[in-house]
Each structure stands twice: as structure tokens, then as C-alpha cells.
Nanobody, 123 residues
Framework: QVQLVESGGRLVQAGGSLRLSCALS????????MGWFRQAPGKEREFVASINRSSSHTYYADSVKGRFTMSRDNARNTMYLAMNSLKPEDTAVYYC????????????????WGKGTLVTVSS
């Protein structure tokens, strides 16, 4: 059974930085496109970033482009989201996701979800 566990979320001041991690167990991460999604209080879950299986291509939501960087280490079965210049509107629960057949960008295509890690950005 594939499991995803996120870590790294915490309270940070606006303008600060965080790095989230996501560890996958139960199967090799290399067979999945991976994605990060987030859900703010009272809002729907939304796409943040994705990375293909070979790390040759990443894709970002416009709201985080230039501030967030996604990467993966298939040998460690771990992926990362480096977040810089954080804003209060980045406050959300961040979820990592594994997509067996797609690009890791569509909620409907996700095969496995983590339970999330809370990022709170204070103004």
C-alpha cells in the first residue's frame, strides 16, 4: 500500500521561507508524477506544483511561480517544495500527491494523497 507523509509545515512570518518534504513508502516514487496541492480554510483544494517522473519538467500555479520550487529524489523516495517570499495567502494545509498515469496536476487524476501539513504565514 502506497503511503505519503508530508512534513515541514509550521508558522512563519510573511517574507520567510519553508521547505516541505513528502516521503513515499510502499512503492518506488519513480513510477509516479508527483504534485503539491493546498487547501485554505473555507476554500477548495487547489493545485500548487507538479513534477514529472524524471524531474525534467516542473509546472507551477501562477500564484506561486517564481517563489516556490519543487524537486524530487527518486533514490530517497522523497520530494520537496521550497517556498520563498511567503505571503499570508499561502496559508493552507499542503498535500502531496502521487499520479500513476498523468502529470500530477489534476485532482481527479491523483491516485494517492498524504494527510497534509499546515503552513501558516503571519502578516
Amino acid at each position: 500500500q502506497v503511503q505519503l507523509v508530508e512534513s515541514g509545515g509550521r508558522l512563519v512570518q510573511a517574507g520567510g521561507s519553508l521547505r516541505l518534504s513528502c516521503a513515499l513508502s510502499g512503492r518506488s516514487m519513480s513510477i509516479y508524477a508527483m504534485g503539491w496541492f493546498r487547501q485554505a480554510p473555507g476554500k477548495e483544494r487547489e493545485f500548487v506544483a507538479s513534477i514529472n517522473r524524471s524531474s525534467s519538467h516542473t509546472y507551477y500555479a501562477d500564484s506561486v511561480k517564481g517563489r516556490f520550487t519543487m524537486s524530487r529524489d527518486n533514490a530517497r523516495n522523497t520530494m520537496y517544495l521550497a517556498m520563498n517570499s511567503l505571503k499570508p495567502e499561502d496559508t493552507a494545509v499542503y498535500y502531496c500527491a502521487a499520479d500513476a498515469s498523468g502529470w500530477g496536476r489534476e485532482i481527479s487524476g491523483i491516485d494517492y494523497w498524504g494527510k497534509g501539513t499546515l503552513v501558516t504565514v503571519s502578516s
